[in-house]
């Protein structure tokens, strides 16, 4: 029997972070993502307040880095999108690199455009659970233009 191999469609949140807005890098990154196939289905460009922050990356609350990268994010704008395609979440995962750029893939987003484990150009959801989260913490259903 030919192997059944099952593809699902999913989308998950994409954040272009302050370090690579300033770097004049969004274009260069973006390119990374749709070359892939994945598609950008909303996007808008924002300052996260450093409450926003906060609660963005409430999980990382009892890490010692956690005032630190709360103060990066909020330091400058950034571009959240949700990006979709197939497998979205793991592909987007293996298109940003690893979190640290000296051990990520050559190829990478974060092996071309980070510059530490901290400023490290984008954030991807992690899982199905977190994608949906950070999905709606930051758009509503009307603003996703989702392709068929
Ligand atoms: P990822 O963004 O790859 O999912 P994590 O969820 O572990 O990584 O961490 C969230 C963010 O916190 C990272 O992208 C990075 O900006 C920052 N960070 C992670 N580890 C460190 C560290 N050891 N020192 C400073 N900042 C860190
Ligand atoms: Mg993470």
Redesign the pocket.
């Known amino acids: 029997m030919a192997p059944v191999t099952t593809q699902t469609i999913e989308q998950t949140l994409s954040i272009v972070k302050p370090d690579a807005v300033e770097q004049n890098m969004i274009g260069n990154i973006l390119e990374y993502f749709e070359r892939e196939g994945l598609n950008i289905v909303a996007a808008k460009m924002l300052r996260l307040s450093l409450d926003q922050a906060k609660a963005f990356?409430a999980v990382?609350k009892d890490r010692p880095?956690f005032q630190?990268?709360v103060d990066?994010m909020a330091s400058g704008p950034v571009l959240v999108m949700v990006l979709q395609g197939e497998n979205a979440i793991a592909r987007n995962r293996q298109i940003m690199g690893a979190?640290d750029p000296s051990k990520a893939e050559s190829g990478t987003i974060r092996a071309d455009f980070a510059t530490s484990?901290?400023r490290?150009a984008v954030?991807?959801s992690?899982s199905p659970q977190t994608a949906k989260a950070e999905i709606a913490f930051f758009f509503k259903p009307n603003e996703i233009c989702p392709r068929s």
């Open positions: 990356y990382h880095f630190e990268l990066f979190t484990i901290e490290n954030h991807g992690d």
